[in-house]
Protein backbone atom coordinates (compact mmCIF):
# COMPACT_ATOMS: atom_id res chain seq x y z
CA UNK A 1 0.00 0.00 0.00
CA UNK A 2 3.18 2.78 0.42
CA UNK A 3 4.20 2.16 -2.30
CA UNK A 4 0.79 2.45 -3.85
CA UNK A 5 0.36 5.28 -2.40
CA UNK A 6 3.76 6.82 -3.80
CA UNK A 7 2.75 5.92 -7.09
CA UNK A 8 -0.63 7.90 -6.50
CA UNK A 9 1.44 10.49 -5.21
CA UNK A 10 3.81 11.04 -8.16
CA UNK A 11 1.33 10.07 -11.05
CA UNK A 12 -2.15 10.89 -10.14
CA UNK A 13 -1.73 14.02 -7.70
CA UNK A 14 0.23 16.46 -9.47
CA UNK A 15 -0.69 19.20 -11.94
CA UNK A 16 0.65 18.70 -15.19
CA UNK A 17 1.43 22.34 -16.83
CA UNK A 18 0.71 22.79 -20.50
CA UNK A 19 3.93 22.39 -21.45
CA UNK A 20 6.90 20.60 -21.82
CA UNK A 21 9.77 21.91 -20.43
CA UNK A 22 12.60 21.58 -22.93
CA UNK A 23 15.25 18.81 -22.74
CA UNK A 24 18.91 18.62 -22.94
CA UNK A 25 19.01 16.03 -25.37
CA UNK A 26 21.02 16.27 -29.16
CA UNK A 27 17.46 14.74 -30.21
CA UNK A 28 14.74 17.21 -31.01
CA UNK A 29 11.88 17.38 -27.80
CA UNK A 30 8.27 17.35 -28.99
CA UNK A 31 6.80 19.72 -27.20
CA UNK A 32 3.49 19.08 -26.12
CA UNK A 33 1.43 19.82 -29.04
CA UNK A 34 4.22 18.93 -31.60
CA UNK A 35 4.64 15.28 -33.26
CA UNK A 36 7.99 13.36 -31.94
CA UNK A 37 9.99 12.86 -34.01
CA UNK A 38 12.03 9.45 -35.25
CA UNK A 39 15.09 10.35 -32.99
CA UNK A 40 15.01 9.06 -29.62
CA UNK A 41 13.29 12.13 -26.91
CA UNK A 42 15.59 11.89 -23.66
CA UNK A 43 13.96 13.85 -20.95
CA UNK A 44 16.26 14.10 -18.13
CA UNK A 45 14.75 14.17 -14.64
CA UNK A 46 16.06 17.27 -12.23
CA UNK A 47 19.06 16.35 -9.29
CA UNK A 48 17.15 16.17 -6.26
CA UNK A 49 18.86 15.12 -2.70
CA UNK A 50 20.01 11.82 -0.81
CA UNK A 51 19.63 10.84 -5.43
CA UNK A 52 19.54 6.54 -5.49
CA UNK A 53 20.85 5.40 -8.47
CA UNK A 54 18.98 6.82 -11.67
CA UNK A 55 16.80 4.52 -13.80
CA UNK A 56 15.60 4.59 -17.75
CA UNK A 57 12.36 3.28 -19.13
CA UNK A 58 12.50 2.60 -22.86
CA UNK A 59 9.27 3.93 -24.73
CA UNK A 60 8.67 3.13 -28.12
CA UNK A 61 5.13 4.05 -30.07
CA UNK A 62 3.97 4.79 -33.81
CA UNK A 63 3.82 8.64 -33.50
CA UNK A 64 3.95 8.89 -37.10
CA UNK A 65 3.06 7.22 -40.39
CA UNK A 66 -0.43 5.33 -40.70
CA UNK A 67 -0.99 4.78 -37.07
CA UNK A 68 -0.16 8.06 -35.75
CA UNK A 69 -3.90 8.50 -34.42
CA UNK A 70 -2.77 5.72 -32.18
CA UNK A 71 0.58 6.20 -31.79
CA UNK A 72 0.76 9.87 -30.87
CA UNK A 73 -1.34 9.98 -28.07
CA UNK A 74 0.55 6.89 -26.41
CA UNK A 75 4.25 9.15 -27.04
CA UNK A 76 2.75 12.31 -25.34
CA UNK A 77 1.31 10.27 -22.86
CA UNK A 78 4.75 8.89 -22.01
CA UNK A 79 6.29 12.66 -21.83
CA UNK A 80 3.29 13.94 -19.64
CA UNK A 81 4.38 11.03 -16.72
CA UNK A 82 8.35 12.11 -17.09
CA UNK A 83 7.30 15.76 -16.89
CA UNK A 84 5.05 14.71 -13.71
CA UNK A 85 8.17 12.58 -12.16
CA UNK A 86 10.32 15.62 -12.83
CA UNK A 87 8.00 17.69 -11.04
CA UNK A 88 7.87 15.13 -8.15
CA UNK A 89 11.77 15.14 -7.76
CA UNK A 90 11.99 11.51 -9.15
CA UNK A 91 10.75 8.33 -7.00
CA UNK A 92 11.06 7.03 -3.44
CA UNK A 93 12.82 3.87 -3.26
CA UNK A 94 12.46 1.15 -0.25
CA UNK A 95 15.42 2.50 1.17
CA UNK A 96 14.71 6.23 1.28
CA UNK A 97 16.74 7.68 -1.66
CA UNK A 98 15.12 9.61 -4.36
CA UNK A 99 15.85 8.13 -8.21
CA UNK A 100 15.64 10.29 -10.50
CA UNK A 101 13.97 8.70 -13.73
CA UNK A 102 14.61 9.00 -17.83
CA UNK A 103 12.08 8.17 -20.12
CA UNK A 104 13.70 7.18 -23.59
CA UNK A 105 11.08 7.91 -26.39
CA UNK A 106 11.68 6.86 -29.54
CA UNK A 107 8.91 6.62 -33.04
CA UNK A 108 8.77 3.57 -35.00
CA UNK A 109 7.10 5.68 -37.68
CA UNK A 110 4.56 2.71 -38.07
CA UNK A 111 7.39 0.20 -38.80
CA UNK A 112 7.63 -3.36 -37.42
CA UNK A 113 11.53 -2.88 -38.81
CA UNK A 114 12.17 0.04 -36.99
CA UNK A 115 10.35 -0.68 -33.80
CA UNK A 116 13.09 -3.64 -33.91
CA UNK A 117 15.63 -1.60 -34.54
CA UNK A 118 14.18 0.80 -31.05
CA UNK A 119 13.80 -1.86 -29.16
CA UNK A 120 17.57 -3.14 -29.81
CA UNK A 121 18.67 0.40 -29.33
CA UNK A 122 16.83 1.03 -25.77
CA UNK A 123 18.53 -2.46 -25.01
CA UNK A 124 22.32 -2.13 -26.26
CA UNK A 125 23.05 1.76 -26.03
CA UNK A 126 20.25 3.07 -23.70
CA UNK A 127 20.39 0.42 -20.89
CA UNK A 128 16.53 0.81 -19.74
CA UNK A 129 15.65 -1.12 -17.28
CA UNK A 130 11.72 -1.79 -18.77
CA UNK A 131 10.33 -1.29 -22.12
CA UNK A 132 6.73 0.13 -23.10
CA UNK A 133 6.66 -0.69 -26.89
CA UNK A 134 4.24 -1.46 -29.66
CA UNK A 135 1.40 0.20 -30.92
CA UNK A 136 0.06 -2.13 -33.37
CA UNK A 137 0.08 -5.86 -32.75
CA UNK A 138 2.58 -6.58 -35.65
CA UNK A 139 5.18 -4.64 -33.81
CA UNK A 140 4.67 -6.06 -30.42
CA UNK A 141 4.97 -9.66 -32.29
CA UNK A 142 8.11 -8.60 -33.93
CA UNK A 143 9.77 -7.75 -30.62
CA UNK A 144 8.97 -10.42 -28.67
CA UNK A 145 12.66 -12.63 -29.30
CA UNK A 146 14.40 -9.21 -28.66
CA UNK A 147 12.73 -9.00 -25.14
CA UNK A 148 12.79 -12.83 -24.75
CA UNK A 149 16.42 -12.67 -25.73
CA UNK A 150 18.07 -9.75 -23.90
CA UNK A 151 15.75 -11.08 -20.39
CA UNK A 152 14.26 -7.84 -20.31
CA UNK A 153 10.36 -6.84 -19.61
CA UNK A 154 8.49 -5.03 -22.06
CA UNK A 155 4.36 -4.09 -22.32
CA UNK A 156 2.94 -3.89 -25.24
CA UNK A 157 0.14 -1.50 -26.56
CA UNK A 158 -1.57 -3.46 -28.86
CA UNK A 159 -4.62 -6.21 -28.17
CA UNK A 160 -3.70 -9.35 -30.08
CA UNK A 161 -2.57 -12.42 -27.72
CA UNK A 162 -0.01 -14.02 -29.26
CA UNK A 163 1.92 -11.00 -27.74
CA UNK A 164 1.79 -12.37 -24.52
CA UNK A 165 1.02 -15.84 -24.89
CA UNK A 166 2.98 -18.67 -26.37
CA UNK A 167 0.45 -20.96 -28.44
CA UNK A 168 3.10 -23.61 -29.12
CA UNK A 169 4.01 -24.18 -25.67
CA UNK A 170 0.74 -22.92 -24.26
CA UNK A 171 2.14 -20.67 -21.34
CA UNK A 172 2.62 -16.63 -20.92
CA UNK A 173 6.01 -15.49 -22.86
CA UNK A 174 7.81 -14.51 -19.67
CA UNK A 175 8.74 -11.27 -20.46
CA UNK A 176 6.23 -10.05 -22.66
CA UNK A 177 2.90 -8.26 -20.93
CA UNK A 178 0.90 -6.05 -22.37
CA UNK A 179 -2.15 -3.64 -21.16
CA UNK A 180 -5.02 -3.45 -24.02
CA UNK A 181 -8.21 -5.92 -23.81
CA UNK A 182 -7.91 -8.64 -25.76
CA UNK A 183 -9.42 -9.34 -29.39
CA UNK A 184 -11.55 -11.87 -27.91
CA UNK A 185 -12.85 -9.46 -25.56
CA UNK A 186 -13.78 -7.70 -28.57
CA UNK A 187 -15.51 -10.59 -30.13
CA UNK A 188 -17.54 -11.91 -27.68
CA UNK A 189 -19.05 -8.34 -26.98
CA UNK A 190 -19.83 -8.25 -30.44
CA UNK A 191 -21.28 -11.58 -30.22
CA UNK A 192 -23.42 -11.65 -27.59
CA UNK A 193 -24.96 -8.13 -29.38
CA UNK A 194 -25.47 -9.50 -33.06
CA UNK A 195 -27.17 -12.72 -31.18
CA UNK A 196 -29.52 -10.31 -29.25
CA UNK A 197 -30.26 -8.68 -32.32
CA UNK A 198 -31.45 -11.90 -34.04
CA UNK A 199 -28.29 -12.59 -36.23
CA UNK A 200 -27.83 -15.73 -37.56
CA UNK A 201 -24.97 -15.29 -40.66
CA UNK A 202 -21.90 -12.54 -40.54
CA UNK A 203 -19.63 -11.25 -42.30
CA UNK A 204 -15.93 -10.14 -41.47
CA UNK A 205 -13.39 -7.37 -42.69
CA UNK A 206 -10.33 -7.28 -41.65
CA UNK A 207 -6.57 -5.71 -42.15
CA UNK A 208 -4.30 -8.05 -43.58
CA UNK A 209 -1.51 -7.06 -40.53
CA UNK A 210 -1.15 -8.51 -36.94
CA UNK A 211 -4.14 -6.59 -35.58
CA UNK A 212 -6.44 -8.18 -38.39
CA UNK A 213 -5.67 -11.26 -38.58
CA UNK A 214 -6.00 -11.81 -34.52
CA UNK A 215 -9.05 -9.98 -34.50
CA UNK A 216 -10.37 -12.54 -37.67
CA UNK A 217 -10.01 -15.72 -34.99
CA UNK A 218 -11.09 -13.79 -32.26
CA UNK A 219 -14.22 -12.60 -33.91
CA UNK A 220 -15.02 -16.02 -35.75
CA UNK A 221 -14.52 -18.01 -32.92
CA UNK A 222 -16.62 -15.92 -30.19
CA UNK A 223 -19.47 -16.19 -33.18
CA UNK A 224 -19.32 -19.50 -32.96
CA UNK A 225 -19.65 -20.32 -29.90
CA UNK A 226 -22.51 -17.94 -29.71
CA UNK A 227 -23.97 -20.05 -32.60
CA UNK A 228 -23.45 -17.47 -35.40
CA UNK A 229 -22.09 -18.41 -38.42
CA UNK A 230 -19.10 -16.53 -40.15
CA UNK A 231 -20.55 -16.68 -44.09
CA UNK A 232 -17.95 -14.68 -45.44
CA UNK A 233 -14.35 -13.05 -44.50
CA UNK A 234 -11.53 -11.05 -46.47
CA UNK A 235 -8.77 -8.73 -45.91
CA UNK A 236 -7.37 -5.24 -47.19
CA UNK A 237 -4.42 -3.66 -46.38
CA UNK A 238 -3.89 -1.01 -44.31
CA UNK A 239 -3.41 1.36 -47.31
CA UNK A 240 -6.56 0.40 -49.01
CA UNK A 241 -9.11 3.14 -50.51
CA UNK A 242 -10.85 0.55 -52.41
CA UNK A 243 -12.69 -2.26 -51.36
CA UNK A 244 -15.19 -3.29 -54.33
CA UNK A 245 -13.95 -6.85 -53.75
CA UNK A 246 -15.06 -7.47 -50.38
CA UNK A 247 -18.20 -5.47 -50.83
CA UNK A 248 -19.34 -8.08 -53.51
CA UNK A 249 -18.46 -10.68 -51.30
CA UNK A 250 -20.37 -9.20 -48.68
CA UNK A 251 -23.34 -8.74 -50.70
CA UNK A 252 -23.83 -12.16 -52.09
CA UNK A 253 -23.10 -14.11 -48.99
CA UNK A 254 -26.67 -13.06 -47.30
CA UNK A 255 -25.18 -11.95 -44.35
CA UNK A 256 -26.87 -9.41 -42.12
CA UNK A 257 -24.26 -8.02 -40.04
CA UNK A 258 -20.42 -6.93 -41.11
CA UNK A 259 -17.57 -7.38 -38.47
CA UNK A 260 -14.68 -5.03 -39.53
CA UNK A 261 -11.32 -5.60 -37.46
CA UNK A 262 -9.22 -2.91 -38.11
CA UNK A 263 -7.97 0.55 -36.96
CA UNK A 264 -8.03 3.85 -38.46
CA UNK A 265 -7.96 5.38 -41.11
CA UNK A 266 -8.74 2.35 -43.09
CA UNK A 267 -11.43 1.52 -40.45
CA UNK A 268 -13.36 4.62 -41.03
CA UNK A 269 -12.76 4.08 -45.50
CA UNK A 270 -14.54 0.16 -44.78
CA UNK A 271 -17.41 1.53 -42.43
CA UNK A 272 -18.34 4.08 -45.15
CA UNK A 273 -17.94 2.13 -48.43
CA UNK A 274 -20.44 -0.39 -46.68
CA UNK A 275 -22.75 1.80 -45.54
CA UNK A 276 -22.64 3.39 -48.88
CA UNK A 277 -23.60 -0.02 -50.61
CA UNK A 278 -25.37 -1.71 -48.06
CA UNK A 279 -27.33 1.39 -45.79
CA UNK A 280 -29.53 -1.55 -43.35
CA UNK A 281 -26.59 -3.54 -42.95
CA UNK A 282 -25.80 -3.74 -39.28
CA UNK A 283 -22.02 -2.95 -38.34
CA UNK A 284 -20.38 -3.03 -35.79
CA UNK A 285 -16.40 -3.26 -34.95
CA UNK A 286 -13.27 -4.25 -31.91
CA UNK A 287 -11.90 -2.20 -29.65
CA UNK A 288 -9.05 -0.99 -32.30
CA UNK A 289 -11.54 2.30 -33.55
CA UNK A 290 -11.54 3.78 -29.95
CA UNK A 291 -10.82 7.45 -30.51
CA UNK A 292 -11.61 10.38 -32.26
CA UNK A 293 -10.50 9.67 -35.74
CA UNK A 294 -12.36 7.30 -36.62
CA UNK A 295 -15.28 9.27 -36.04
CA UNK A 296 -13.94 12.07 -38.01
CA UNK A 297 -12.88 10.51 -40.92
CA UNK A 298 -16.13 8.32 -41.18
CA UNK A 299 -17.99 10.83 -40.96
CA UNK A 300 -22.59 10.52 -41.34
CA UNK A 301 -21.15 6.63 -41.68
CA UNK A 302 -20.00 5.75 -38.55
CA UNK A 303 -23.56 6.79 -37.10
CA UNK A 304 -24.91 3.88 -35.28
CA UNK A 305 -21.72 1.46 -35.61
CA UNK A 306 -21.70 0.22 -32.48
CA UNK A 307 -18.14 -2.17 -30.56
CA UNK A 308 -16.81 -2.43 -27.15
CA UNK A 309 -14.48 0.06 -26.06
CA UNK A 310 -12.64 1.10 -22.97
CA UNK A 311 -14.57 2.87 -20.28
CA UNK A 312 -12.53 6.31 -20.59
CA UNK A 313 -14.91 7.16 -23.64
CA UNK A 314 -18.11 7.48 -21.51
CA UNK A 315 -16.76 8.21 -18.32
CA UNK A 316 -19.41 10.68 -17.38
CA UNK A 317 -22.12 7.64 -17.39
CA UNK A 318 -19.92 5.47 -15.25
CA UNK A 319 -20.83 5.17 -11.97
CA UNK A 320 -18.94 6.72 -8.56
CA UNK A 321 -18.31 3.48 -7.22
CA UNK A 322 -17.00 2.74 -10.08
CA UNK A 323 -12.85 1.81 -9.21
CA UNK A 324 -11.55 3.46 -12.16
CA UNK A 325 -13.04 6.41 -12.41
CA UNK A 326 -10.42 8.36 -10.09
CA UNK A 327 -7.80 7.04 -12.44
CA UNK A 328 -10.14 7.77 -15.51
CA UNK A 329 -10.51 11.52 -14.14
CA UNK A 330 -7.21 12.32 -13.29
CA UNK A 331 -5.69 11.31 -16.29
CA UNK A 332 -8.55 12.89 -18.51
CA UNK A 333 -7.36 15.90 -16.97
CA UNK A 334 -3.82 15.83 -16.90
CA UNK A 335 -3.77 14.97 -20.65
CA UNK A 336 -5.70 17.80 -21.73
CA UNK A 337 -4.02 20.14 -19.99
CA UNK A 338 -0.48 18.85 -20.90
CA UNK A 339 -2.16 18.72 -24.94
CA UNK A 340 -3.89 21.86 -24.30
CA UNK A 341 -7.09 20.15 -24.90
CA UNK A 342 -6.35 17.43 -27.28
CA UNK A 343 -8.98 14.53 -27.79
CA UNK A 344 -8.39 11.50 -25.13
CA UNK A 345 -8.57 7.98 -26.97
CA UNK A 346 -7.82 4.42 -25.08
CA UNK A 347 -4.59 4.38 -26.99
CA UNK A 348 -3.58 6.81 -24.69
CA UNK A 349 -4.68 5.08 -21.29
CA UNK A 350 -2.67 1.92 -22.66
CA UNK A 351 1.13 3.93 -22.51
CA UNK A 352 -0.26 5.35 -18.84
CA UNK A 353 -1.15 1.94 -17.62
CA UNK A 354 2.24 0.47 -19.05
CA UNK A 355 4.08 2.95 -17.77
CA UNK A 356 2.89 3.20 -14.31
CA UNK A 357 3.17 -0.02 -13.69
CA UNK A 358 7.15 -0.07 -14.51
CA UNK A 359 7.35 3.02 -12.35
CA UNK A 360 5.59 1.10 -9.49
CA UNK A 361 7.86 -1.57 -10.25
CA UNK A 362 11.30 0.68 -10.04
CA UNK A 363 9.76 2.68 -6.78
CA UNK A 364 10.24 -1.58 -4.90
CA UNK A 365 14.14 -1.68 -5.95
CA UNK A 366 16.74 -1.67 -3.62
CA UNK A 367 19.93 0.71 -4.41
CA UNK A 368 22.99 -0.83 -6.03
CA UNK A 369 21.36 -3.39 -7.81
CA UNK A 370 22.71 -4.76 -11.46
CA UNK A 371 20.76 -3.91 -14.37
CA UNK A 372 19.81 -7.49 -15.17
CA UNK A 373 18.52 -7.98 -11.14
CA UNK A 374 16.78 -4.67 -11.62
CA UNK A 375 15.04 -6.07 -15.14
CA UNK A 376 14.22 -9.52 -13.43
CA UNK A 377 12.85 -7.76 -10.06
CA UNK A 378 10.77 -5.28 -12.45
CA UNK A 379 9.67 -8.45 -14.77
CA UNK A 380 8.50 -10.27 -11.31
CA UNK A 381 6.80 -7.17 -9.86
CA UNK A 382 4.57 -6.90 -12.44
CA UNK A 383 3.81 -11.15 -12.74
CA UNK A 384 3.09 -10.80 -8.86
CA UNK A 385 1.87 -7.70 -7.92
CA UNK A 386 -0.40 -5.90 -9.73
CA UNK A 387 -3.34 -7.26 -8.46
CA UNK A 388 -6.73 -5.45 -8.19
CA UNK A 389 -5.17 -2.77 -10.14
CA UNK A 390 -7.16 0.47 -11.19
CA UNK A 391 -6.26 1.75 -14.51
CA UNK A 392 -7.54 2.92 -17.72
CA UNK A 393 -8.05 -0.05 -19.70
CA UNK A 394 -9.03 -2.00 -16.72
CA UNK A 395 -8.61 -3.00 -13.37
CA UNK A 396 -6.10 -5.89 -13.85
CA UNK A 397 -5.24 -8.87 -12.02
CA UNK A 398 -1.76 -10.61 -13.74
CA UNK A 399 -0.31 -13.72 -13.03
CA UNK A 400 2.27 -16.58 -13.92
CA UNK A 401 -0.69 -17.32 -16.27
CA UNK A 402 -2.19 -14.04 -17.92
CA UNK A 403 0.51 -10.94 -18.49
CA UNK A 404 -2.37 -8.89 -19.51
CA UNK A 405 -5.00 -9.28 -16.38
CA UNK A 406 -7.93 -7.83 -18.32
CA UNK A 407 -11.53 -9.44 -18.29
CA UNK A 408 -14.44 -9.07 -20.90
CA UNK A 409 -15.91 -6.57 -18.59
CA UNK A 410 -13.06 -4.41 -18.51
CA UNK A 411 -15.05 -3.39 -21.88
CA UNK A 412 -18.34 -1.36 -22.17
CA UNK A 413 -20.41 -1.33 -25.03
CA UNK A 414 -21.03 1.81 -26.84
CA UNK A 415 -22.52 3.36 -30.26
CA UNK A 416 -21.52 6.15 -32.17
CA UNK A 417 -24.55 8.81 -31.80
CA UNK A 418 -24.51 12.27 -32.92
CA UNK A 419 -20.65 12.32 -33.56
CA UNK A 420 -19.62 10.85 -30.39
CA UNK A 421 -19.44 7.82 -28.31
CA UNK A 422 -22.68 6.91 -25.79
CA UNK A 423 -22.74 3.87 -23.60
CA UNK A 424 -25.26 1.18 -25.15
CA UNK A 425 -25.85 -1.13 -22.27
CA UNK A 426 -27.01 -4.42 -22.46
CA UNK A 427 -30.77 -3.70 -21.41
CA UNK A 428 -31.12 -0.87 -24.33
CA UNK A 429 -30.21 -3.76 -27.36
Known sequence: MATRRKLIAIILCIFVPALLSAC??????????????????????????????PYKIGFNSSATGASASLGLPEAKTAQMIQKQINDAGGILGPDNLRHAVTIVIYDDATSNDKTVSNVNRLIAEDGVIAIVSGTSSGASVAEIPICTENSIPCISMASAASITHDATNKVEFKWMFKTPQTNLHAGQWQADYLKAKGVTNICILYTNDGYGKDSMANYKAAAEAAGLKDVFDNNYAAADTEFSAQLAGVQASGCTAVEIGSTPPVASLVTVAVRNAMPNMIITSGHGICNQSYITTAGQAAEGVVFPCGKIVVLDQLADADPQKPVLQKYIADYTAFTGGEAISTFGGHAWDGVTMIVQALGSLKDGMSLADQRAAVRDYLETKIANWPGISGVFNMSATDHNGLTKDSLLFVKVQGGKWVAFPQKDW
Open 24 to 53: GSAAATPTATAEPTAAATVVSASPTPAAGA
